[in-house]
Structure formats: C-alpha cells, structure tokens
C-alpha cells in the first residue's frame, strides 16, 4: 500500500515538474516575442521549398534549398554585431527589417562559387531606407562536399553585409532610437512582400 502511495507520489511530482517546466518555456518564448528587437530578418517562403541547381557539366550537377542554408548563418552574424536579431514571424517586433535574398552561381569551368546576398532594409513603418549587396567568389567543387563550398560562399557574402550596414551611420542611429512608434509589428512579416524594392532586383526574379 505504501508502496503505491508512494509511486503516486512521485508521479504526480513528475508531471507537476514537466508542467511547470512547459510553463516556463512558453513565458519565455512569449517574452522573447514581446521583446522589441534590432532586426527582423526576413528570407521569402520559396527559398525553403524550392531548390536551385549548381550546375556542373562534367560531372553531376547539386540541388539544393537556399533558405535552410542562409537562415543560421545570417542570423549568427547579424547577432554577433546588432544583438537581439531573430527572424521575422508573427509576434515578434523590431526596430527594421532586413530582408535577405540569396542567389548561388557555379562556374564549373574555373571551378568557383559565385554566392550573392542582397539586403534590403526597412524601418518599421514598411518605408525601404537602402539596400545592400554582398557577393563573394569560393573555389570548390560540385562532386565533393558542395555544401561546404556554398555554406562559405554564403558566409563570406553576408559578412560583406554586415559590415556594409555597421558602417552606415542612419541605421546605427535608428537601432539605438526608443521611438517605440517606429518599430514592426510581427504580423506586418506577412506584408513583405508587398514593401517596395529596388526595380533592377525586382526585374532579376
């Protein structure tokens, strides 16, 4: 009898504890999301659903999905150097919005990556305050490791982005601003795609 009491006992003790702890993650998430932000990085849907090639014609060509790939590495650097960062969904507010597009050429001929990242910023209120290219070129091979060559391609171009935007002065100012009244609305993510953008990127969709 004692016995059972006592496993009742520890049970009980087990699930209050993993709901205690559910608790606690869940008002931790929701500060995280009530927490206004520097950044709100965007990367369009399609960028994880549908993959590009790397082509190579003397041996076999590489798909691959671009936003799995720049998603960490981008949100790596820009918290290393604009701490809080994080990425753009519904809940969550910021002081602009990044938005990167990634793009991934292969010369098979002289054997080298050709990555881009184009960043376009906006302050809170959806208004484009600039843009910001990246490019990068890493030797490589399409047959051997390729996610290794087109993770650095990528790592170079956004590092090039990164120090673009810490050496502008205007959005070092709007970071550091309290205008509570500038900031995004986490569900003003899903009207992106709807924000202005530069006509010559436009055009190379």
Known sequence: MK?????????????????????QAQAEENAAKSTVANMLLYIQPVEYTNSINVMNYFSQDYWFEQGPVVEPLALKQFNASF??????????????????????????QLQMFHGQITANVYTGKGELKTSYVGKSKVHGFVDIKPEKWIEKSYEQAISKVVNKIKADKDLQQLMGANDQSATMDGVSCGIVSSFPIPKVRALSF
């Open 83 to 108: 701490s809080p960062v994080t990425m753009c969904e519904a809940g969550r507010s910021a002081k602009m919005i990044v938005w990167l597009q990634p793009r991934m050429f292969y010369n098979p």
């Open 3 to 23: 016995t059972n009491i006592v496993r009742l006992i520890a049970a009980f003790t087990l699930l209050l504890n993993i709901g205690l702890a559910a608790n």
